[in-house]
T-cell receptor, first 114, second 114 residues
Framework: DAGVIQSPRHEVTEMGQEVTLRCKPI?????LFWYRQTMMRGLELLIY????????DSGMPEDRFSAKMPNASFSTLKIQPSEPRDSAVYFC????????????FGPGTRLTVT | KQEVTQIPAALSVPEGENLVLNCSFT??????LQWFRQDPGKGLTSLLL???SQREQTSGRLNASLDKSSGRSTLYIAASQPGDSATYLC?????????????WGLGTSLGVNP
């Protein structure tokens, strides 16, 4: 198995632009998690899905952030408009729904907003 | 508010030394504890998961313990090697109905000097 796949690995954009991050979970996993990691705040859960349905989006910082999971093998995290304070590493992780704590992480997308 | 704290934030040791990383948590609803490793520019990899009914888990040179009554977990690394250099994060599994997620510490950055 290729593991969790994220794209792009690096993204540099200007303030105000739309940013879309992509994730492909491990085949057969039915839970998907989006995290943001910064030096100051560490790893924060933004949102997670079970069977393509959002279960907890309380970590989404504001309306500029949105996430979708149109099918079991693909999810997006969109930021519109982006701001410099959104600069961070964004991780996607997946797990089996009955083992939500056994999460497998992708390599992350490093986002820089100038 | 559920919190997970890791001490120290950074640690540097000579090769061959045994060492202990500490993790504490404030909420009794955290009923399992997991240790992850993160290498620079990479995602996170689970090392050990201790269920609430267990007191410790071992894998090779790693041993993790869990004491729910005191809200503490430790990760013991025996005979440290330069390849152990990484950031180690602990995460508590929280369960609130159907909402199951990990609560993360900020990590301990470990450097093992040859």
């Amino acid at each position: 198995d290729a593991g969790v796949i994220q794209s792009p690995r690096h993204e540099v954009t200007e303030m105000g632009q739309e940013v879309t991050l992509r994730c492909k979970p491990i085949s057969g996993h039915n839970s998907l998690f989006w995290y943001r990691q910064t030096m100051m705040r560490g790893l924060e859960l933004l949102i997670y899905f079970n069977n393509n349905v959002p279960i907890d989006d309380s970590g989404m910082p504001e309306d500029r952030f949105s996430a979708k999971m149109p099918n079991a093998s693909f999810s997006t995290l969109k930021i519109q408009p982006s701001e410099p304070r959104d600069s961070a590493v964004y991780f996607c992780a997946s797990s089996l729904a009955d083992r939500p704590y056994e999460q497998y992480f992708g390599p992350g997308t490093r986002l820089t907003v100038t | 508010k559920q919190e997970v704290t890791q001490i120290p934030a950074a640690l540097s040791v000579p090769e061959g030394e045994n060492l202990v990383l500490n993790c504490s948590f404030t909420d009794s609803a955290i009923y399992n504890l997991q240790w992850f490793r993160q290498d620079p520019g990479k995602g996170l990899t689970s090392l050990l998961l201790i269920q609430s009914s267990q007191r410790e888990q071992t894998s090779g040179r790693l041993n993790a313990s869990l004491d729910k009554s005191s809200g503490r977990s430790t990760l013991y690394i025996a005979a440290s090697q330069p390849g152990d250099s990484a950031t180690y994060l602990c995460a508590g599994g929280a369960n609130a109905g159907n909402n199951r997620k990990l609560i993360w510490g900020l990590g301990t950055s470990l450097g093992v000097n040859p």
